[in-house]
Nanobody, 121 residues
């Protein structure tokens, strides 16, 4: 079992930056692929970025060049650095973990509770 706790959300003006953090419990952090989803009101959850255990990364097109995913194995922590934020980035952001080295099309196995990000225009 993996518990994921996000932090770092908040209100930011358009063009600003935020860094989300996700601390994972347990000793198996290094064996899980990790990622970030978000869900805007009235929309489905979408995978934004993912990080395999081998260091491969994935970004959805809408955040490429603006968001950076990283992980600190010593701290069992996953990060999402978000720059040049836009009002359309407003959503609840979720940290996720996959049992295995890569993100799966079947979806994550573990979810955090979510953190709200609001970008004002």
């Amino acid at each position: 079992q993996v518990e994921l706790v996000e932090s770092g959300g908040g209100l930011v003006p358009a063009g600003g930056s935020l860094r989300l953090s996700c601390v994972a419990s347990g000793r198996t952090f290094g064996t899980y692929a990790m990622g970030w989803f978000r869900q805007a009101p009235g929309e489905e959850r979408e995978l934004l970025a993912a990080y395999s255990t081998g260091g491969n990364t994935y970004y959805t097109d809408s955040v490429k060049g603006r968001f950076t995913i990283s992980r600190d194995y010593a701290k069992n922590t996953l990060y999402l650095q978000m720059n040049t934020l836009k009002p359309e980035d407003t959503a609840v952001y979720y940290c996720v973990a996959y049992r295995g080295p890569y993100w799966s099309r079947t979806g994550p196995d573990y979810w955090g509770q979510g953190t709200q990000v609001t970008v004002s225009s």
